[in-house]
C-alpha cells in the first residue's frame, strides 16, 4: 500500500479545519442572502489569518480558535439573523 502524498495536520490545524466546516455548517441553516454574506465573510477571514499570522505563534492560534468558537455559538442561536466583521489589528502578526 502506497503512502498518501498529503502532508499530516497538526492537532491545533486539525481544530482550525474543523471550526471553518462547522462555521460553513451553521450558515446553512440562515436565510439565503445571507448565508453567502457569512460564508464570504468567513472564507475571508480565515484567508487572511492564513497568511496575515505566523504558524509558530500558538498561543495566537489559540486566541483566534477561542474566539472563533464563541462567534460560532452565537452564529448558531437561531436568533442570530447574520454575522458581522470585526477588525482587530494585531502586532502578533508573521514577521517579514
Known amino acids: 500500500m502506497a503512502a498518501s502524498s498529503k502532508p499530516r495536520l497538526s492537532g491545533m490545524q486539525k481544530q482550525v479545519l474543523a ?3 462547522d462555521f460553513l455548517r451553521a450558515a ?3 436565510a439565503p442572502e445571507e448565508r453567502t454574506r457569512i460564508e464570504s465573510l468567513v472564507s ?3 484567508h487572511r489569518n492564513s497568511s496575515q499570522v505566523d ?10 480558535l477561542r474566539r472563533g468558537k464563541k462567534q ?3 452564529l448558531k442561536s ?3 439573523v447574520g454575522l458581522s466583521s470585526l477588525n ?3 502586532s502578533q ?3 517579514s
Open 78 to 80: 437561531p436568533d442570530t
Open 19 to 21: 471550526l471553518y466546516r
Open 88 to 90: 482587530i489589528e494585531v
Open 55 to 64: 504558524r509558530k505563534n500558538f498561543l495566537y492560534i489559540e486566541y483566534l
Open 93 to 95: 502578526t508573521k514577521r
Open 72 to 74: 460560532l455559538d452565537q
Open 28 to 30: 446553512r441553516s440562515k
Open 44 to 46: 475571508s477571514e480565515f
